[in-house]
């Protein structure tokens, strides 16, 4: 069965360090993998997915992930963290034919502190 | 372009009664996906649809239900309401529902059952 584990359900960081956000995956197959925001009140917002065409994947608002299959791994950087950034971060994995069925992580709220 | 719409916002119910919640795609999506979020268990698949066909299920018991309607708007019934059904329920729409995972959420009908 697919599954997704985030490392840390809070990160704090000072506004312009590096954000890193950690997930890893257990997949059978070689899996679609997603990193989504959430925003207070708000639903979720894809930041960027992966789906095998280059390892490295860039994503809005300046967020990237590194596929790394032998670590079974898909962490999330940003290399300056904004005052903005300050929301609920979600990995997930594509279920093996599973029609948009999307298995999450359970989630990693950061803090942006001045 | 609109987005995802889902009504109503914010509902508050007591134990034992039903509640309809109703979802309207972005336009040309025909593809409805629907997720429970509690504190407890994060993020929970309910159910797919593609075409008024329900191609997916999550593991939740029969008082959850579902249907989308031709125009691809959907709804999610729950029936004999309990404490635990208090929760964010998030639709979701795609292009077509061919797994990318490239999911386009609502804001979400927050549910609290007393």
């Known amino acids: 069965a697919q599954s997704v584990t985030q490392l840390g359900s809070h990160v704090s960081v000072s506004e312009g360090a590096l954000v890193l956000l950690r997930c890893n995956y257990s997949s059978s197959v070689p899996p679609y993998l997603f990193w989504y925001v959430q925003y207070p009140n708000q639903g979720l917002q894809l930041l960027l997915k992966?789906?095998?065409?280059?390892?490295l994947v860039k994503g809005i608002n300046g967020f990237e992930a590194e596929f790394k299959k032998s670590e079974t791994s898909f962490h999330l950087t940003k290399p300056s963290a904004h005052m903005s950034d300050a929301a609920e971060y979600f990995c997930a994995v594509s279920a093996t034919g599973g029609y948009n069925k999307l298995i999450f992580g359970a989630g990693t709220r950061l803090a942006v502190h001045p | 372009k609109a987005g995802v719409t889902q009504t109503p916002r914010y509902l508050i119910k007591t134990r034992g009664q039903q509640v309809t919640l109703s979802c309207s795609p972005i336009?040309?999506?025909?593809?409805v996906s629907w997720y429970q979020q509690t504190p407890g268990q994060g993020l929970q698949f309910l159910f797919e649809?593609?075409?008024?066909?329900?191609?997916n299920k999550g593991n939740f018991p029969g008082r959850f239900s579902g249907r989308q309607f031709s125009n691809s708007r959907s709804e999610m019934n729950v029936s004999t309401l309990e404490l635990g059904d208090s929760a964010l329920y998030l639709c979701?729409?795609?292009?077509?529902?061919?797994?990318?995972?490239?999911?386009?959420f609502g804001e979400g009908s927050r549910l609290t059952v007393l």
């Open positions: 979701a729409s795609s292009l077509d529902g061919t797994n990318t995972g490239e999911l386009f």
């Open positions: 649809y593609f075409s008024e066909t329900q191609r």
């Open positions: 336009s040309g999506h025909r593809s």
């Open positions: 992966y789906t095998s065409a280059a390892t």
